[in-house]
């Protein structure tokens, strides 16, 4: 039977376990943590606005994120077919068309929660909503990018969202050096997206999507996804020395350079590697984001 047979006569219901394993719910850290970045930087006392807060981290995890791997995998479940034929789609615990039906279910809630956030929250959903469905869906397909499909990424998972916490508890918009450390932070997550294609790395080749490990192999993207990680940390460091913070600006250097062990060990064996790395190096890099959003807090620089 074809998978378009397929998707016209299952009516089966998808199980909730499949349903949140579509979700991916590991992957709302980053967007979370980087909203609760834009919170502390924003220099606004939490308890003035906890509504805004909670609202916020809710539509950043599990909403907005959860969406956006419910919808990628929706446009990516021939890929995956190939890659990982066990995911909730591929493997029919999410049957039919229930993916599409989940990924539209949700960009709608995700918009209505969007909307208690005012209109810088609401801005910012909107985009958050319609780059997942950029990055994944034709004719548009961002994905078949290995530069605009991770930078966009990057941008939705630690740059929108620092952006918006901090605009959020300000009700304004955020100030300059606010902007640029989420700017810096969303770059350094293209290396961390292109690490994340090496497991889809077969599958991408088979079917078109032109991610750096498949355009420049497995070493080259690696080393690639390092400097492009690390440079963006420099300049933080930089910059937090320019605005009197040295000691910020240490603790960021010292995880830096607890990255670039971790990427010594990477580039040994990029493809086994890249797993160990998003559990070890990412830990570092977001930590050192927190830290410069406290350094932001001190300056009162929201």
Same mark, same amino acid.
């Given at each position: 039977?074809?998978?378009s047979?397929?998707?016209?006569?299952?009516?089966r219901?998808?199980?909730?376990?499949?349903?949140?394993?579509?979700?991916?719910?590991?992957?709302?850290?980053?967007?979370?943590?980087a909203?609760?970045?834009?919170?502390?930087?924003?220099?606004?006392? /939490?308890?003035?606005a906890?509504?805004?807060v909670?609202?916020g981290?809710?539509?950043?995890?599990?909403? /907005?994120?959860?969406?956006?791997?419910?919808?990628?995998?929706?446009?990516?479940r021939?890929?995956?077919?190939?890659?990982e034929?066990d995911?909730?789609?591929?493997?029919?615990?999410?049957?039919?068309?229930?993916?599409?039906?989940?990924?539209?279910?949700?960009?709608?809630?995700?918009?209505?929660?969007?909307?208690?956030?005012?209109?810088?929250?609401?801005?910012?959903t909107?985009?958050?909503?319609?780059?997942a469905?950029?990055?994944s869906?034709?004719?548009?397909?961002?994905?078949?990018?290995?530069?605009?499909?991770?930078?966009? /990424?990057?941008?939705?998972?630690?740059?929108?969202?620092?952006?918006?916490?901090?605009?959020?508890?300000?009700?304004?918009?955020?100030?300059?050096?606010?902007?640029?450390?989420?700017?810096?932070?969303?770059?350094?997550?293209?290396?961390?997206?292109?690490?994340?294609d090496?497991?889809?790395?077969?599958?991408?080749?088979?079917?078109?999507?032109?991610?750096?490990?498949?355009?420049?192999?497995?070493?080259?993207?690696?080393?690639?996804?390092?400097? /492009?990680m690390?440079?963006?940390?420099?300049?933080?460091?930089?910059?937090?020395?320019?605005?009197?913070?040295?000691?910020?600006?240490?603790?960021?250097?010292?995880l830096?350079?607890?990255?670039?062990?971790?990427?010594?060990?990477?580039?040994?064996?990029?493809?086994?590697?890249?797993?160990?790395?998003?559990a070890?190096?990412?830990?570092?890099?977001?930590?050192?984001?927190?830290?410069?959003?406290?350094?932001?807090?001190?300056?009162?620089?929201?």
């Open positions: 039977m074809s998978v047979e397929t998707l016209q006569t299952d009516l219901y998808p199980a909730p376990r499949a349903v949140l394993r579509l979700l991916k719910p590991i992957t709302w850290f980053p967007p979370i943590w909203y609760l970045c834009g919170v502390v930087a924003s220099g606004a006392p /939490v308890s003035s906890p509504f805004l909670l609202v981290v809710v539509l950043a995890g599990p909403v /907005v994120c959860g969406m956006s791997q419910a919808a990628n995998d929706w446009c990516d021939h890929v995956d077919a190939i890659n034929p995911r909730p789609i591929p493997s029919g615990a999410v049957p039919g068309r229930w993916g599409l039906w989940i990924a539209l279910a949700m960009s709608g809630l995700a918009l209505g929660l969007g909307a208690l956030l005012g209109p810088w929250g609401f801005g910012a909107v985009v958050g909503v319609l780059a469905w950029a990055y869906a034709e004719p548009v397909r961002l994905k078949r990018s290995g530069i605009w499909g991770p930078g966009l /990424v990057g941008l939705c998972y630690e740059g929108l969202p620092w952006f918006t916490g901090a605009a959020v508890l300000s009700a304004g918009a955020p100030s300059w050096p606010v902007v640029t450390l989420a700017a810096l932070y969303a770059l350094g997550a293209h290396g961390i997206m292109t690490l994340n090496f497991k889809a790395l077969e599958g991408d080749r088979q079917t078109g999507v032109n991610s750096l490990p498949v355009t420049l192999g497995p070493a080259r993207a690696a080393r690639v996804a390092c400097w /492009v690390a440079l963006p940390q420099v300049a933080v460091v930089a910059l937090l020395l320019g605005w009197d913070r040295p000691w910020h600006a240490a603790a960021v250097a010292a830096l350079l607890a990255q670039l062990w971790a990427m010594r060990v990477l580039l040994s064996d990029p493809k086994g590697r890249a797993p160990w790395y998003n070890t190096g990412v830990t570092f890099y977001v930590t050192g984001m927190m830290i410069s959003a406290t350094a932001l807090r001190a300056m009162g620089a929201g």
